[in-house]
């Protein structure tokens, strides 16, 4: 089943919008790594950031939501983090949004397709 939803980043611990720039003024989001237990990968044999991951889990509803939701989406956390905070403190961690099924428009997933009869032919007495 493919999904589609989003994902409210604000959400996140200490999340803001800032605009960076004096000329070109970028609006930008701004999530601190430590405070989100955010994952940071560098370069090979470098301090240089590769890629950083938020790791995340998607649940099924028990049953759809009003809107079609059929999934939510809330963060996961490493063994670290999750020790070393209570445990009101991971309760109250929000759900970053909702999922529901993508309904395609541009093609069908099955179609009845014409039944056609085919007369035998005649065999060929010849051997190949």
Not at 22 to 25: A, R, V
Not at 56 to 60: F, I, S
């Given at each position: 089943?493919?999904?589609?939803?989003?994902?409210d980043l604000l959400k996140l611990t200490n999340a803001c919008v800032a605009t960076l720039g004096?000329?070109?003024?970028k609006r930008c989001v701004v999530i601190p790594i430590d405070d989100n237990d955010l994952s940071v990968k560098n370069e090979d044999n470098s301090t240089k950031p590769r890629s950083v991951y938020l790791g995340?889990?998607?649940?099924?509803r028990q049953q759809p939501s009003q809107y079609g939701h059929t999934h939510y989406i809330?963060?996961?956390?490493?063994?670290?983090?999750?020790?070393?905070?209570?445990?009101?403190?991971?309760?109250?961690?929000?759900?970053?949004?909702?999922?529901?099924?993508?309904?395609?428009?541009?093609?069908?997933?099955?179609?009845d397709a014409p039944v056609v009869e085919m007369e035998q032919q005649?065999?060929?007495d010849l051997p190949f």
């Open positions: 089943m493919d999904l589609q939803g989003s994902i004096k000329t070109t003024k995340v889990n998607v649940w099924e809330k963060q996961s956390f490493s063994k670290a983090y999750r020790e070393a905070h209570t445990e009101d403190e991971m309760k109250n961690k929000p759900f970053f949004g909702d999922m529901k099924p993508i309904l395609r428009q541009n093609g069908a997933t099955s179609f005649e065999k060929d």
